[in-house]
């Protein structure tokens, strides 16, 4: 690669790599060099991102659940997040690639790029160690760390099923365990979930609790939601109802 791009490439990234040939070999996919590519370095950096992040959503969501820190994580380094982090630093111009993926315009693919952003990751953290890789990780996702909100997770079903009801004032759900088997590390529970004094009632299995009172509170939503679709519905036509007797009535007024 010639250093004039490598320089390029480095002020790009915020940083200067002691071995270029590092970055180099970050930029090479596997179509031009299968001895010297990208995948191990991408495997590295791979893991490393996902470590990183977690690490800076559990200090910044402490009061989040496992599950709402999971869907955060997935959403920022998922692939497409990071194929546009590549391309604010024009990675794709930089690529080496052979001339089969460069026709196929494989410089501009979401899964080649977010691969290549982790190769660099995975090559910086070979160049400087764990710190510097760190500190740049959260330098780039900075803007995308600070724009998250827990609310972007998508609820959780029992928080769900808990406003919904709050917002109608009727009263919380109960949770009821209706059945434990199996030996203590590998038991599935059954969990039933009513509401309005038993008159909705549903039941969830799963490997935890917690777990099968999620399913128990999903599917209460949905019969809730159908009960609310069925009232709305039957409301409709009640008052269909009357406005054609009022009419009638009117018709008979006129004569
Ligand atoms: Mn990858």
């Not at 038993?198 to 969830?204: I, R, S």
């Amino acid at each position: 690669m010639p250093t004039e791009s490598l320089t390029r490439l480095s002020r790009r990234l915020g940083y200067t790599f002691n071995d270029p040939d590092r970055l180099a070999v970050a930029m090479t996919h596997r179509s031009y060099s299968n001895k010297s590519n990208y995948e191990t370095l991408e495997f590295l950096g791979d893991s490393i991102v996902n470590f990183v992040i977690a690490d800076a959503l559990f200090h910044q969501f402490p009061d989040a659940s496992e599950g709402q820190l999971s869907r955060l994580r997935a959403k920022l380094v998922q692939g497409k997040t990071l194929a546009s982090i590549s391309r604010e630093f024009e990675l794709g111009d930089y690529l080496r690639m052979g001339s089969g993926e460069l026709k196929s315009g494989g410089f501009r693919r979401d899964s080649i790029l977010a691969d290549v952003f982790e190769a660099i990751v995975g090559a910086i953290y070979e160049d400087s160690g764990f710190d510097v890789c760190r500190e740049r990780i959260l330098y780039w996702f900075q803007s995308r760390l600070t724009e998250l909100s827990l609310d972007d997770t998508g609820k959780d079903p029992k928080s769900v099923l808990q406003e919904f009801l709050q917002g109608r004032k009727i009263a919380l759900p109960d949770y009821k365990v209706v059945d434990v088997v199996g030996l203590a590390h590998d038991q599935t529970f059954t969990v039933s979930c009513s509401v309005k004094e038993g008159e909705l009632m549903t039941q969830g299995i799963g490997e935890s609790r917690r777990k099968a009172e999620q399913i128990a509170a999903s599917d209460m939503m949905t019969k809730l939601t159908q009960q609310l679709s069925m009232e709305k519905k039957l409301s409709k036509e009640k008052e269909s109802v009357k406005q054609a007797r009022e009419q009638n009535g009117l018709k008979k007024h006129d004569k």
